[in-house]
């Protein structure tokens, strides 16, 4: 299963895209944790350094509908601005959306379709009388791109494969950043209220938990103790 997700400061201020790249760790922390891979196919960074504005991700995994359940929706930190000290206001949301009907393109080098030509403009006789240049076109999208750096046809095909590649994923890019648009025109703000999860403190880490035993030995040796006083 796949799903694609944003999570998004929408038009809050600075320190709600500081927020966003923190839950970002934080999600794909317990993605880890949840055997679900995940892959960052857009960010858009902050106006400082260390925020983003928005992530997009690309999940995959068996129970992301189970894992999505306690993320999707507004996401709350409270504490103190990091960047305006003085700034009163104490509760900072972004919000984490699914976004929907958007087919990942798949790029496989048999979907390609090569044509050979000569190369054109000056370079040599062997410009004119070989060909060494190469057309890729990529049959399920209709892109299509023209190598003719090289002398050789087999690094002109590298190449080609290559541009090809970044012009694909642009195409990509392209759709998702329209769906986000869409998205984001329902999501004019980020909803308030009713966080689906809450953090608190700058290192967004989980509540410690004590791994050793000793609290639990000795209370069993106190017990232990009163147990012996008691068959005195």
Known sequence: MEKIIQITS?????????????????FLDEAKQNTIDYEIIHRENGDE???LKSATLLLKGKNIPEFLTSWLGSICWTGKSTFRKLHKRSNWFIGIFEIEDVEKIHFHEKDIQFQTTRS?????????????????THIPTGESVFAQDSRSQLDNKKLAVARLHEKVTGLYIRQLEKRMQETWNNHLQV??????????GTD??????E????KQRNMLKSELKNYK????
């Open 204 to 209: 967004f880490k989980k509540n410690f938990q």
């Open 10 to 26: 929408g038009r809050g201020p600075l320190e709600c895209q500081w927020v966003v790249a923190k839950v970002l760790k934080a």
């Open 211 to 214: 791994k050793s035993f000793k």
């Open 49 to 51: 350094n260390l925020t």
């Open 120 to 136: 054109q403009g000056s370079g040599g006789q062997n410009v004119n009388k070989v060909n060494t240049a190469v057309r890729a």
């Open 229 to 232: 006083n008691d068959l005195n």
């Open 191 to 200: 909803q308030r209220g009713n966080p689906v999860r809450t953090f608190s």
